[in-house]
């Protein structure tokens, strides 16, 4: 397969770009990250709890943030939602799973994370307003994120 | 046109399947499999999980998921011969499905 002169100058200029916005934008945004309070503004008013029943699996270290594995589980009935959100991101909010039926509370993924960050896992309850959350530190090598 | 739509593995111990589901291969998979020219893909919004038709997950991605739309999920109770399918929408509402069944 060859690779046309164009394709290569794209894909540089694309990498360039992702690399200047991915600064502009996470400077511009969150610059200190979540606190209880903001938590719980971003989840309409209800305080979350941290619970050991909540299970948050990922690096300690990651060298590039573009793709860090992340797993969550959670050792509790009737689990309406997981959510991941890495709280130095521009936009914190990296996935929603709602389960239902045989779906159990598990979920594993990759994310995208800019910085040094918080990465939270939330748990959402069907049958209350309670939201439990778990957090971990993962350390990021790359500053910038991009592949 | 990408080399495929999603797919799926599936793994069944006792009642117990991890379901492992990738959505679309990454950028780079497409210009190594002659994609035109590599062309962006649109992020991905919402994949809706069903078993055996009946909904059991719906994920929503958010803009720091990852660009391959990888993630792995667990059923309980089930049996070999159940069919799980996907269906998806980016953000650009490009769609696309894929499924397996359980052995």
Redesign the interface.
């Given at each position: 397969m060859t690779y046309l002169r164009r394709d290569v100058l794209r894909l540089i200029v694309g990498a360039n770009a992702c690399a200047i916005a991915g600064l502009e934008v996470s400077e511009a945004a969150s610059p200190t990250g979540f606190d209880a309070q903001s938590l719980a503004n971003f989840f309409s008013g209800v305080q979350p709890e941290e619970s050991d029943a909540v299970v948050l699996d990922l690096p300690v270290f990651a060298e590039s943030g573009s793709q860090v594995p992340v797993s969550v589980s959670a050792n509790l009935p009737d689990v309406d939602s997981i959510s991941i959100l890495v709280e130095k991101n521009a936009q914190p909010l990296a996935a929603v799973l709602q389960i239902s039926g045989p779906a159990a509370p598990y979920l594993q993924t990759q994310v995208h994370i800019e910085k040094t960050s918080n990465v939270i896992a939330l748990v959402r309850l069907r049958n209350s307003d309670k939201l439990l959350i778990a957090k971990a530190d993962v350390f990021v090598s790359s500053q910038d994120g991009c592949p | 046109m990408l080399a495929r739509d999603a797919a799926i593995n599936a793994t069944r111990k006792d009642d117990?399947a991890r379901v492992r589901v990738l959505i679309r291969p990454k950028l780079q998979v497409a210009?190594?499999n002659?994609g035109k020219?590599?062309e962006t893909l649109a992020p991905l919004r919402e994949v809706i999980?069903t078993?055996n038709d009946?909904?059991?997950?719906?994920?929503?991605?958010?803009?720091?998921?990852?660009?391959?739309g990888?993630?792995?999920?667990?059923?309980?109770?089930?049996k070999a011969g159940d069919a799980f399918n996907v269906s998806w929408v980016d953000v650009a509402g490009n769609k696309g499905r894929g499924g397996v069944v359980l052995k």
């Amino acid at each position: 397969m060859t690779y046309l002169r164009r394709d290569v100058l794209r894909l540089i200029v694309g990498a360039n770009a992702c690399a200047i916005a991915g600064l502009e934008v996470s400077e511009a945004a969150s610059p200190t990250g979540f606190d209880a309070q903001s938590l719980a503004n971003f989840f309409s008013g209800v305080q979350p709890e941290e619970s050991d029943a909540v299970v948050l699996d990922l690096p300690v270290f990651a060298e590039s943030g573009s793709q860090v594995p992340v797993s969550v589980s959670a050792n509790l009935p009737d689990v309406d939602s997981i959510s991941i959100l890495v709280e130095k991101n521009a936009q914190p909010l990296a996935a929603v799973l709602q389960i239902s039926g045989p779906a159990a509370p598990y979920l594993q993924t990759q994310v995208h994370i800019e910085k040094t960050s918080n990465v939270i896992a939330l748990v959402r309850l069907r049958n209350s307003d309670k939201l439990l959350i778990a957090k971990a530190d993962v350390f990021v090598s790359s500053q910038d994120g991009c592949p | 046109m990408l080399a495929r739509d999603a797919a799926i593995n599936a793994t069944r111990k006792d009642d117990s399947a991890r379901v492992r589901v990738l959505i679309r291969p990454k950028l780079q998979v497409a210009i190594k499999n002659g994609g035109k020219n590599g062309e962006t893909l649109a992020p991905l919004r919402e994949v809706i999980c069903t078993l055996n038709d009946a909904t059991v997950a719906v994920l929503t991605a958010g803009h720091n998921f990852n660009d391959s739309g990888y993630f792995e999920l667990e059923l309980r109770g089930s049996k070999a011969g159940d069919a799980f399918n996907v269906s998806w929408v980016d953000v650009a509402g490009n769609k696309g499905r894929g499924g397996v069944v359980l052995k």
